[in-house]
């Protein structure tokens, strides 16, 4: 079954340490991993996807096929880092609907 | 452009009263999603369409119908609202260039309370 598993609803750091988001996924082809951004009160956005292989502020995540993770890291979180993350995945071929993790809450205390 | 935008933005119904949310997008993508925000439960996707005149079920559908008679817009549904069906309501749309086709675009949201 296809399945993306984020297994922190909340995650709670201080300012200027490191954060990772843990992204777990279960799919049988070649997958398309994305990580989505929700400020508060705004609209989902695209943060990164693993094709891309960039750093969009500051945040990285690597797609490990052998663990079937895809994990976003930052160094050192900042407070407008604050936000609901969404890990989600596409199969590469398919032409339509993301598979959706339940989200986790980060909260960058200062 | 104004990418993906939403009607109303917030909305207040009686239980059984009917509404329907609009979505429009100006990016001429072929799907067209409807999800509803939940503490706790993520995305779930509601309903999606493929394409103009196309729609489908997706996980939550019971209580809502779609139509999707023009590309640009996707509309839901709620004929008998419930107070079950008190949520945020997102709309995306999807279908950019080959490079980009699977990311999808949100709309602010539609706000919706059903006492």
């Known amino acids: 079954a296809q399945r993306v598993t984020q297994p922190e609803k909340l995650l709670s750091v201080f300012k200027g340490a490191p954060v990772e988001l843990k992204c777990n996924y279960s799919y049988s082809g070649s997958p398309e991993l994305f990580w989505y951004v929700q400020y508060s009160r705004q609209r989902l956005q695209l943060l990164l996807r693993?094709?891309?292989?960039?750093s969009i502020k500051g945040f990285t995540a690597d797609l490990n096929k052998g663990e079937t993770s895809f994990h976003l890291k930052k160094p050192f979180a900042q407070e407008e880092d604050s936000a609901m993350y969404y890990c989600a995945l596409s199969g590469l071929g398919s032409n339509y609907q993301l598979i959706w993790g339940a989200g986790t809450k980060l909260i960058i205390k200062p | 452009n104004a990418g993906v935008t939403q009607t109303p933005k917030f909305r207040v119904l009686k239980t059984g009263q009917s509404m329907t949310l609009l979505c429009a997008q100006d990016?001429?993508?072929?799907?067209m999603y409807w999800y509803r925000q939940d503490p706790g439960m993520g995305l779930r996707l509601i309903h999606y369409s493929v394409g103009e005149g196309t729609t489908a079920k997706g996980e939550v559908p019971d209580g809502y119908n779609v139509s999707r008679l023009k590309k640009q817009n996707f509309l839901l549904g709620l004929e008998s609202a419930a107070p079950s069906q008190t949520s945020v309501y997102f709309c995306a749309s999807q279908g950019g260039l080959a490079g980009d086709f699977n990311e999808q675009f949100f709309g602010p949201g539609t706000r919706l309370t059903v006492l």
């Open positions: 990016m001429n993508h072929e799907y």
């Open positions: 693993h094709i891309s292989r960039e």
